[in-house]
């Protein structure tokens, strides 16, 4: 069974998971298990590391249009080097002061391969879920999608050796993986949106995943998909868009709403808000510049 | 640097960690990890490690004195078997009903050793923390010691060999590690404890946290140790005492309040409430029948 067989699977059984973040009364809670060898390529800090798994955690408790309230995190490792353990916490601690979270400890574990476990809690009584999404309804990204592939890239250029002239490649890819959990966009979204998840499986499967909740399809239109300049400047320009649709963990919120809210939505969103196509019914399907798109993307090891 | 240095490393960068669980407002968040190699034994079940990872978050909930509000937990595995990861997501569940708590996903993550992350959440507005403690207060814990050292023994006589005699010790085993988070009992405590924390490093280490945090000794007697009929009836009988104390993972409470509350803190505490002995100053040291009781336990892997 892979995992998103497993998913479905537990779906099925646990009624509230399913979402980006399960809700309880009026807190949303949300876990994530991250490792090296999917996860954290050769170059990346700790202080990356920290920050990107405590992000992703916090991402989840943007899409459901919540404040985020705390995170916590278990570090496992082969041996705990106080250097990297600070490191990894500042990390964890910095993305959560960027979302006016706190973070709040968690737990060490003695483990062969570098993991993380995190968890994020938040609150709201103004929820979003993933159904919703209605046929005219406007869908919309913020910011850009592609900094978790150009990272990738440059993380591959770099290799694992510590050669001098690699150094520039590492800290940029560093700085592309700590992205910015859309906390403050999530809530001020929640006002309009009829239906948001966060993009970190690729935008093609958010899509698939949101047209599942909401019963719905989407024409997408491939000019209108904001990409970061990084991908363009490091990718092949014939696998920019391919890279930008499906390779995900870019944690940005895919969003629809009414075509009447946009401008308004625009207004009082922190960050770019990009119209990328809209929503239509079922049986028009998912479609980038008319040709089906595919449900691709990255599973999360 | 060993687990215990890197924890108090990180007592001191995050304010708020430190005790067994932190506090955000009216919430407390804990997280553990577990794995395979020094967790579960060779014959646990993934119904027993679900219902164990999860019951051991739900222990640090209630050893803050809190009502226990929702669980998630991330299960990793090199594999995804439909019938292992709905027994443990059933074991999971079953000990959050257990103590009126919810149960509500997680994440799923390919890694090479079987390993779980979970997080619980609580709520109180009536926190015990781990300092409080005052020379003169009883000392007492909750059920009984010993479980997990006898079912490890368990574990170990049946080996990992699907011999049909060692059924039984297998089946006695798992329910020994299927143990009763005292969420209940921790919640009626609140109303009388002058500190609190929960064994889940055993007896003789707990004192020693308590005592640190408290800035306090204590006195205990030996014959008073409450001790687990499963644990005698394994162990050799000069090994039980030490056992006992040291082994941990027993997941009870251990509670200092003052002597007049005793007899109150009985009657409405729904488990037995033992009392071992008593706090002293700091300088007095901490004892078990006169002699220095080290700070030994099972640090967790």
Not at 3 to 16: C, F, G, P, V
Not at 202 to 222: N, P, V
């Amino acid at each position: 069974m892979d995992e998103r067989a497993a998913l479905a699977l537990l779906s099925a059984e646990l009624e509230d998971a399913g979402d980006d973040a399960a809700v309880v009364d009026d807190l949303v809670i949300t876990t994530d298990m991250l490792h090296e060898r999917t996860d954290f390529p050769p170059g990346t800090t700790r202080y990356t590391a920290g920050w990107r798994a405590v992000g992703a955690s916090l991402s989840d408790v943007a899409a459901m249009g919540a404040e985020a309230t705390a995170a916590v995190a278990a570090y496992a490792a082969p041996a705990f080097d106080d250097g990297e353990l600070l490191a990894f916490v500042r990390g964890a601690r910095d993305v959560c002061e960027r979302v006016g979270a706190s973070y709040v400890g968690g737990d060490l574990d003695e483990h062969q391969e570098f993991t993380v476990a995190s968890t994020a809690i938040g609150r709201t009584d103004d929820l979003v879920f993933r159904s919703g999404a209605r046929p005219g309804d406007a869908v919309c990204v913020t910011g850009t999608l592609g900094r978790s592939a150009a990272a990738l890239e440059l993380f591959n250029r770099a290799g694992d050796g510590p050669a001098r002239d690699d150094e520039d490649d590492l800290e940029r890819a560093n700085a592309l993986f700590q992205f910015e959990p859309r906390v403050a966009a999530g809530r001020t979204l929640a006002g309009y949106a009829t239906a948001m998840m966060d993009s970190s499986d690729g935008l093609a499967r958010s899509l698939h995943q949101l047209a599942e909740a909401s019963d719905c399809g989407f024409t997408i239109d491939a000019d209108r998909v904001p990409i970061t300049d990084a991908l363009t400047d490091v990718a092949d320009d014939d696998a920019v868009l391919d890279l930008a649709t499906t390779f995900g963990e870019d944690f940005e919120l895919v969003v629809t709403l009414s075509e009447s809210d946009l401008e308004a939505a625009r207004s009082v969103t922190d960050v770019r808000l990009s119209r990328i196509g809209s929503v239509v019914t079922r049986e028009d399907g998912i479609t980038l510049d008319g040709e089906p798109l595919a449900d691709r993307g990255y599973t999360h090891g």
